[in-house]
């Protein structure tokens, strides 16, 4: 399978639903133009900031309540009954957004999680030409080169599923990473623009309907490592780094903001190595970007045993 290169100039051909709903506008409310009022303005004024400061405050409260109450923690006796559940609820999301709004935006990432996707490929139930395929990161190396996650993807799962061409959104791996980051940041806001993605009306980043994340043995997410600037970028959507402490060296990456814009982050992790990170994320017993993760809608964390030993 081809993929689209993310060249906005080429990415025109891509297949666009047509029957997206255009994003709602959370500005455009209506008051009666009527209403009138006997206090005094400087009564007014007062009122006006006192329910203001308390209904930020409740926003604020409730904001951090949700996020919270959106997370979700299932632990699988085996990798095998993790991966079916993952199918399970990945075939779900599809579905639902299929319907609702005639796309559905997937974003992965590489290393073990592609392997948990294997079940995937079993479900007859899926309208793969609805799917839109992003990475989350990608090393910025050749398509057929070991460490691209996009020939990860391709090789595993993408072969084997009928997703459109152009609605697989690889790197463009002939730029540098910093014109690599710029340029899939500008394919996503071109998608944003024909209606493909939704925007975050609380945030102003793109809402993918689902990211998928891995996990490494240090707590990294992405190509978000512990201690590194780009965990703390708040502006743009894809960055690149050139100092990764796990080689290649040379990636790009969402940012948090992005990531934690979504409608929908499953969290996929495996394997006794990952127990004290998953530990430190979960229990907030130390600082790794895992810990960072959250979601718009849910946030469901795919465990198996081993992974959660140290809960």
């Known amino acids: 399978m081809a993929s689209s290169s993310c060249f906005l100039r080429q990415i025109l051909f891509s297949q666009v639903p047509t029957n997206l709903q255009p994003p709602s506008n959370p500005l455009a409310l209506s008051f009666p133009k009527n209403l009138t009022c006997s206090i005094g303005s400087k009564s007014i004024k007062r009122l006006a900031f006192s329910r203001r400061k308390a209904s930020e405050t409740r926003s604020m409260s409730t904001t951090t309540a949700t996020k919270e109450e959106n997370k979700k923690v299932e632990i699988f006796d085996t990798e095998e009954n993790l991966a079916a559940e993952l199918a399970k609820y990945t075939s779900h999301l599809s579905d639902k957004y299929c319907k609702e709004r005639g796309a559905f935006t997937v974003v992965v990432s590489g290393g073990s999680l592609i392997r948990s996707l294997r079940k995937l490929v079993e479900v007859d139930s899926i309208d793969w030409s609805k799917w839109h395929f992003f990475w989350v990161d990608e090393r910025v190396?050749?398509?057929?080169?070991?460490?691209?996650?996009y020939k990860l993807a391709y090789d595993a799962f993408l072969s084997k599923v009928p997703i459109p061409p152009g609605n697989v959104y690889a790197i463009n791996d002939s730029l540098s990473a910093e014109a690599a980051a710029e340029d899939y940041e500008t394919c996503l806001k071109h998608l944003v623009k024909t209606g493909?993605?939704?925007?975050?009306?609380?945030?102003?980043?793109?809402?993918?309907?689902?990211?998928?994340?891995?996990?490494?043995?240090?707590?990294?997410?992405?190509?978000?490592?512990?201690?590194?600037?780009?965990?703390?970028?708040?502006?743009?959507?894809v960055d690149s780094i050139t100092d990764s402490p796990k080689p290649p060296s040379e990636r790009i990456t969402f940012t948090f903001p992005v990531i934690n814009s979504s409608a929908h982050?499953?969290?996929?992790v495996c394997g006794s190595g990952k127990a004290e990170a998953v530990e430190a994320a979960l229990k907030k017993t130390g600082s790794v970007p895992a810990g960072c993760v959250s979601a718009e809608d849910e946030l469901v964390w795919f465990l198996d045993k081993p992974a959660c030993s140290k809960l």
């Open 141 to 149: 190396v050749p398509k057929h080169h070991e460490d691209s996650n």
């Open 196 to 237: 493909v993605l939704r925007v975050s009306e609380s945030t102003g980043f793109p809402k993918f309907d689902l990211v998928l994340l891995g996990m490494g043995p240090d707590g990294h997410v992405a190509s978000l490592f512990p201690g590194h600037g780009l965990c703390d970028e708040k502006k743009r959507w």
């Open 265 to 268: 982050v499953g969290l996929v």
